[in-house]
Nanobody, 127 residues
């Protein structure tokens, strides 16, 4: 059974940091690109960051470039873990953050390019 489970969300003050984790299991996730997306009430889900299957290549939304860093750990056979280090957080970063896996080009970050999704973790940044 494929599972993506996010953790690490919470409440933080503006300017602070959080690290999100996503534990992916149930298939060979080391062969797939992985990404983070976020959504706030009333808005469409938006892309945040993505990493290639090896972690050698990354791609970021302009809104988080220079503040967020995505990384992955493929060293464990049964579980691939993807991290999102978020620094210099702003109130507008408040959202539910979702982890997802997908195929195709790294920069194809449309929802339909991602085939498995986690249930999300809430990040709240207070001003």
């Amino acid at each position: 059974q494929v599972q993506l489970v996010e953790s690490g969300g919470g409440l933080v003050q503006a300017g602070g940091s959080l690290r999100l984790s996503c534990a992916a299991s149930g298939r060979t996730f080391s062969s797939y690109k992985m990404g983070w997306f976020r959504q706030t009430p009333g808005k469409e889900r938006e892309f945040v960051a993505a990493t290639s299957w090896s972690g050698a290549s990354t791609y970021y939304a302009d809104s988080v470039k220079g503040r967020f860093t995505i990384a992955r750990d493929n060293t464990k056979a049964a579980v691939t873990t993807v991290y999102l280090q978020m620094n210099s957080l702003k109130p507008e970063d408040t959202a539910v953050y979702y982890c997802a896996s997908g195929t195709g080009p790294l920069r194809d970050v449309r929802d339909r390019s991602m085939d498995y999704w986690g249930k999300g973790t809430l990040v709240t940044v207070s001003s």
